[in-house]
Structure formats: C-alpha cells, structure tokens
C-alpha cells in the first residue's frame, strides 16, 4: 500500500488531523493521534466519513488502507483498459503481477463489472468479430485463445454461435483462395502437394476438418 499503514498504539484512536498532500491536492494525509497513519484519496476519505474528532480502530484504518487499494487497483485497471479490451483473467493476472492485494484486486474487478468496463461475454463476441475479419480464424483456434485469456467455456460457445457452418465455410475459402493464389505457378499440377498444404494452413488457423474438406474440393474445382 502506498506511503504505507502506521498503526495507533491504542484502540480507539482519535483522528487529530487530515492534511492535504504537497505533491497530490487529490490525497490527503490522516493522522491519529498526533501521528501520520495513512495516505489516502479524499474520494475515500468522504465515502467512508471520517473527518477530525472521529475515534478510530485498527480495523477500521484497516479497511480504510483496503479500499484506498483497491481504488488504486481499479484505476491501474482503467488504465489497461484504456489500451485494449481485455478479459476479468487478463486484468486479474496483471493486477497481481503489479503486487496489488488479492482483496483489492477483487473488489477492484467486481466494480468495474458492476459498470459495465469488465464484461467477458461482450469481450468474447468482440474478439470473434475482430479475428473473423481480413485474414480470418476458425473457430477451433478462437476458443483457444479465448480460453488462454481466462473466459469461461459458457460465454466462449455463446460467442461462437455467430459462425454457422456456412459462414465458417465462407471464411475458411477466403484464405484458401489467398494461399491457392500464392502457391500458384511454385507447385506447377501438384495438386496434392497444394491440397496437404492449404489443408495444414487451415487446421492451424482453427477451421474443422469437415469445413477444410468441404473448401478443398471447392478450392481444387475452381483451380481446374
């Protein structure tokens, strides 16, 4: 926690003073009994109604420093946010990797769920209309890295209802074409030879095996 957490030598304490900061008019510094105890932004210090005169526990300056944290968390969240959509998963393993409190990482991320900026079931249809575009995926390999962001299996299926079969085919001969086009005039008639390539490019970017056969006897008739 930030500018840290001194304890009162005895319980109740009384707040004696509440200065704002130099460096940051937003934070203020509380002091108990003549002491400094904590640093924290004045958003918090009203939210939980502490003011000079108050008695306060240990607990309570506790649970003061936690919510300052997870404000901290919260915002340190915002800020990944601000350079991409990214899952509950993604944000949670970035919190913990800048040494926030597993408490405020928590509250943090049910905040920002409650207001609609963590949404994983909105992320995972995004993400699908994001890799479905220019040089498309199948959906074997979106579930993949949907899955490596943390998202449930649930939300992942509801996403990928929007590839039917047809669609699916559609994408998959999009990059067939653009693969045919490229090895065209290398492999001369080697059919087979473009058929276990092509093949081998699709299945790696996620399409299923009855979609990569269906495009391939569609790919190979129009390459007659």
Known sequence: MDEGFTSPASEPSAITAIEPQKKNPDRVSVFVDGEFAIGVHSEVL??????????????????????????RARESALTLLGVRARSRKELQVRLQQKGYDPAAIAGALESLERSGFVDDAEFSQSWVRGRTGGRPMGPNRLAAELRQKGVDRELIDEALQAIDPEMELELALTVGRQKVEQMRGDMGDEKQAVRRKVTAMLQRRGFTWQTCSRALDILMQDDE
């Open 46 to 71: 009203l939210a939980v109604g502490l003011y000079v005169g108050r008695r306060v526990s240990v607990p309570e300056l506790q649970q003061l420093a936690l919510k300052e944290e997870t404000r």
